[in-house]
């Protein structure tokens, strides 16, 4: 199941109490305040992994407590203190604090660990407090309490290239022909009801991420059929490529499709739709299609790429086009080109 949005509350530990405790041995006579001091409570921490792709675990589990630390003890000895907590979550996390809703963390980097809430401090012993005047302080503070946090967890899916069409466009059926993504496909409208992720091969030292978000439809700013609810997965990728169906199949004219997506993007953000860079005229195999080409090329003033996601036509052309605008925008600049003159096999 994916899910891309959870509330979830964090405690972090208690710091342990001091101790009051005198020195009672037979021969050390008068022996003082040996009461020893509490231990830190253990901190939350979040941190990002690649190795999820859903906030899923945090609907089962929305709560999170970090060990309390332990009392100090007799001869001046320190309690133990309590663990730190280490929450995994998604690349591409933002968390937020409630009920304010301010954004307290972006995990938009594998590995990257954000303190959330502090462990508290231990608390002091008596043997702190002995002054020349005072020699028997009866007296320790108690460990601070540690934070408790209510956090709201938004998922946006960090890809390098976005796919966005209408519902039938092939944009599940195009991203299962190019990556490792096993998507739905039918025929039917909405098949694809939770984004997807893939990784496309362009030759042995170069891939790139590509997403498949649900189809839009005329009106989704106000929301008709799945809305803009996935549209954030695409707010981070680096470009975005606008898939069409050519053939119109689903009644619908291909140029009128363009013009709502780039309309429906611009509506839920302008900047989303400044990134679109490229066309992808999908079902290019059929009849009815090699008549709309032309006008949609003519019409349309970015470049646009003829394919068949169910044949395969025209999309190692699309790969090398995209791998050119991703080069272009810096993806690959510490890799250094292959040493082969012959094209890469995958599966070789």
């Excluded at 119109?248 to 291909?254: L, S």
Aim: glycine share 12%; net charge negative; proline share 6%.
């Amino acid at each position: 199941m994916f899910i891309d949005r959870a509330i979830i509350t964090v405690k972090s530990g208690k710091g342990g109490d001091g101790v009051v405790n005198f020195r009672r041995e037979k021969y050390v006579p008068r022996g003082g305040p040996d009461g020893g001091d509490g231990g830190d409570g253990g901190s939350v921490f979040l941190r990002a992994t690649r190795h999820l792709n859903t906030l899923e675990r945090f609907r089962y589990q929305p709560r999170y407590a970090a060990e309390d630390g332990k009392p100090g003890e007799k001869q001046k000895r320190t309690g133990a203190s309590g663990d730190d907590l280490y929450i995994d979550c998604p690349v591409g996390t933002l968390v937020y604090l409630q009920p304010e809703d301010e954004l307290l963390a972006d995990l938009d980097e594998h590995g990257a660990v954000v303190p959330i809430a502090r462990g508290g401090r231990g608390g002091r012993g008596n043997h702190n407090f002995a002054t020349p005047t005072r020699r028997a302080p009866r007296f320790a503070t108690p460990g601070r309490s540690g934070e408790t946090l209510r956090l709201r967890l938004e998922l946006k899916l960090l890809a390098d290239v976005g796919l966005a069409g209408m519902p039938n466009a092939g944009k599940s059926s195009l991203i299962a022909r190019l990556s490792n993504a096993r998507p739905a496909v039918d025929s039917y409208p909405f098949t694809t009801l939770t984004p997807h992720l893939g990784v496309v091969t362009v030759d042995r030292e170069r891939q790139f991420v590509m997403a498949d978000v649900p189809g839009l439809i005329e009106g989704a700013v106000d929301g008709a059929g799945l809305g803009h609810d996935f549209l954030r997965h695409l707010e981070r990728a680096r470009l975005l490529a606008v898939v069409i169906d050519t053939a119109g199949t689903e009644g619908r004219d291909p140029l009128d499709d363009y013009r709502t997506i780039r309309a429906e993007l611009s509506a839920h953000d302008p900047e989303l739709d400044e990134s679109v860079t490229l066309v992808v005229a999908n079902k290019c195999d059929l009849p009815a299609a090699r008549e709309k080409l032309d006008e949609l090329r003519q019409a349309v003033e970015l470049p646009v790429v003829a394919v068949s996601a169910a044949t395969g036509e025209g999309c190692e052309e699309l790969v090398n086009r995209l791998a050119a605008l991703l080069a272009a925008d810096g993806l690959w600049e510490d890799i250094d080109e292959p040493d082969v003159d012959e094209p890469y096999d995958p599966l070789a």
